[in-house]
């Protein structure tokens, strides 16, 4: 069956612009999970929903980045006036619940560079 | 905050050779996940212990879970150029729910065919 999508692949973007990325989990997930990767890093916790709601928003950077999932299934991530140190890749991923046993499919990520 | 670290960050071997990575965190763990990711791709979940001691083993992968479930392994026997990539250990944070991994920052693996 189909992973997780996300699009676009790539985003170039100039400072002070605002961008939205999106996901479509893997159909029957109920939780859905957005994580940035730095170049040399592992996957940093951004936001987490369960359902329609976000569970834990602990992950953002600060109030420029906000998320939705309106009808439980796409989510979008989106960002206002964006800086140079928001660049970096972008991860969805969706799991079938939120529990033990219950492993993440990532995307391919979103690279989102801010010139 | 938790913070979970992966030695060493680097490993390049000689295709055949053994390859292991260290994982240890700042705090006790309820379980560790490992997952691979391939150059310019995304990571896969490769598999998770939960017991103290568990040790599970995937063809050439073997896995462990310390006794104090705050430390694991990742050894990978006679590697294969098909193993090449980064591998991440990620935890749950200290008394949170399963969904907020925290991961290390992985091993990248290069095999010399």
């Known amino acids: 069956g189909a992973g997780v999508s996300q699009t676009p692949s790539n985003k170039v973007t100039e400072k002070g612009k605002y961008v939205e990325l999106r996901c479509d989990p893997i159909s029957g997930h109920t939780a859905l999970y957005w994580y940035r990767q730095s170049l040399g890093q592992g996957p940093e916790f951004l936001i987490y929903f369960q359902g329609t709601g976000a569970a834990d928003d602990s992950g953002l950077p600060n109030d420029r980045f906000f998320a939705v999932r309106p009808e439980g299934s796409v989510s979008t991530l989106k960002i206002q006036r964006t800086e140079r140190g928001d660049s970096a890749v972008y991860l969805c991923a969706s799991s079938l619940t939120n529990g033990y046993n219950s492993p993440l499919h990532f995307g391919n990520g979103t690279r989102l560079t801010v010139t | 905050g938790q913070q979970v670290m992966q030695i060493p960050q680097y490993q390049h071997v000689q295709e055949g050779e053994d390859f292991t990575t260290y994982c240890n965190s700042s705090t006790t763990l309820s379980n560790i996940q490992w997952y691979k990711q391939r150059p310019g791709g995304h990571p896969v979940f490769l598999i998770q212990?939960?017991?103290?001691?568990e040790v599970k083993k995937q063809k050439r992968l073997t896995f462990q879970f310390g006794e104090a479930k705050k430390n694991s392994s990742l050894h990978i026997t006679a590697t294969q150029t098909t193993d090449v990539g980064t591998y991440f250990c990620?935890?749950?944070?200290?008394?949170?729910?399963?969904?907020?991994?925290?991961f290390g920052k992985g091993t990248l693996l290069t095999v010399n065919p």
């Open positions: 212990l939960v017991k103290s001691g």
């Open positions: 990620a935890g749950p944070e200290s008394g949170g729910s399963n969904y907020k991994l925290t």
